[in-house]
């Protein structure tokens, strides 16, 4: 089955930028439609972007529209997230999984990485 990775957390100024990664083991990571998803301290893991497995489409949270960007590149077998103009509620643990409009289901969580948007 294949595994998930998660990369690029870490401490950021509000308006600032962060790219995180998603690296996936195993050979059938171009057959996903893959998502990012993040959890606040105290909420519900939410939505925050998906992007169909050839990468040509996307869609985002209401939250993050015009401010996120998701991209893939399965000949590295990983998935980005670029975050701009980052806000403080954008404070979460990122994890990458298996987009919520794909029928397959979702693949064992990996560990996360920490996204902290603090002056």
């Known amino acids: 089955q294949v595994q998930l990775v998660e990369s690029g957390g870490g401490l950021v100024q509000p308006g600032g930028s962060l790219k995180l990664s998603c690296v996936a083991s195993?050979?059938?990571?171009?057959?996903?439609?893959m998502g990012w998803f993040r959890q606040a301290p105290g909420k519900e893991r939410e939505f925050v972007a998906a992007i169909n497995w050839r990468g040509g489409s996307t869609r985002y949270a209401d939250s993050v529209r015009g401010r996120f960007t998701i991209s893939r590149d399965n000949a590295k077998k990983t998935m980005y997230l670029q975050m701009n103009s980052l806000k403080p509620e954008a404070t979460a643990v990122y994890y990458c999984?298996?987009?919520?409009?794909?029928?397959?289901?979702?693949?064992?969580w990996g560990q996360g990485t920490q996204v902290a948007v603090s002056s």
């Open positions: 195993g050979s059938a990571f171009s057959n996903y439609a």
């Open positions: 999984n298996v987009s919520p409009l794909s029928s397959l289901p979702l693949l064992n």
